[in-house]
């Protein structure tokens, strides 16, 4: 979706660099959404955001952060990269009412 | 909190033919159970969702059925084209709004 952008949309890093990947929405969106996807185990949600001053963690947000730097931004840090980090990470934003989320094109990660 | 299951996991039919991609859920406070399309080097798209209080949908060639009791719901996929080949996702609703998604299903459709 055009709306919900992601950059990088690759990276190749070492073990132990540090690394950030960004999100943005046009969509005016609250809620944001982490995830990580890799094959045969589908979309796990790393964290997830309601507001600006809202963060929780998801199912596997261990060796990850993030910050919410204003209602459209939502940035995902890996501090120390490790190669079991090496996946698809994909952005997701949902409005309040509806729940529906949507996605943006994904940045593919590889940790050498 | 919630599971779900997703089967099968790979799925190749002919053109023309229907498909259906089934899955289940272990949580009955879920209500809201979405669909996604995902394409070669592309996000997630969704293609249809359905709510608890009705038991099917339909959009054109995509319909989605809910069985409540049984805790499962299924994607039904008529006349199917080359362009529908992609890997599918189930998903249902757990806690404050997060969704939790199914494995995959990889569509494979051979004209």
């Known amino acids: 979706d055009a709306d919900v952008t992601q950059t990088p949309r690759n990276r190749i890093t070492k073990t132990g660099k540090r690394i950030m990947l960004e999100c943005s929405q046009t969509k005016g969106h609250d809620r944001m959404y982490w995830y990580r996807q890799d094959p045969g185990l589908g979309l796990r949600l790393i964290y997830y955001?309601?507001?600006?001053?809202?963060?929780n963690k998801g199912e596997i947000s261990d060796g990850y952060s993030v910050s919410r730097q204003a209602q459209a931004k939502f940035s995902l840090s890996l501090e120390s990269a490790i190669p079991n980090q090496t996946a698809l990470y994909f952005c997701a934003t949902s409005d309040l009412t509806q729940g529906k989320q949507f996605f943006g094109p994904g940045t593919r990660l590889t940790v050498l | 909190g919630e599971n779900v299951e997703q089967h099968p996991s790979t799925l190749s039919v002919q053109e023309g033919d229907s498909a259906v991609i089934k899955c289940t859920y272990s949580d009955s406070a879920s209500n809201y159970f979405p669909w996604y399309k995902q394409e070669l080097g592309k996000g997630p798209q969704l293609i249809i969702d359905?709510?608890?209080?009705?038991g099917e949908k339909k959009d054109q060639r995509i319909a989605v059925t809910l069985n409540k009791t049984a805790k499962h719901f299924s994607l039904h996929i008529t006349e199917t084209q080359p362009e529908d080949s992609a890997v599918y996702f189930c998903?249902?609703?757990?806690?404050?709004?997060?969704?939790?998604f199914g494995k995959g299903t990889m569509l494979l459709v051979s004209p």
């Open positions: 998903a249902a609703n757990s806690g404050y709004s997060t969704l939790t």
């Open positions: 955001s309601f507001d600006v001053k809202d963060i």
């Open positions: 359905i709510r608890s209080n009705v």
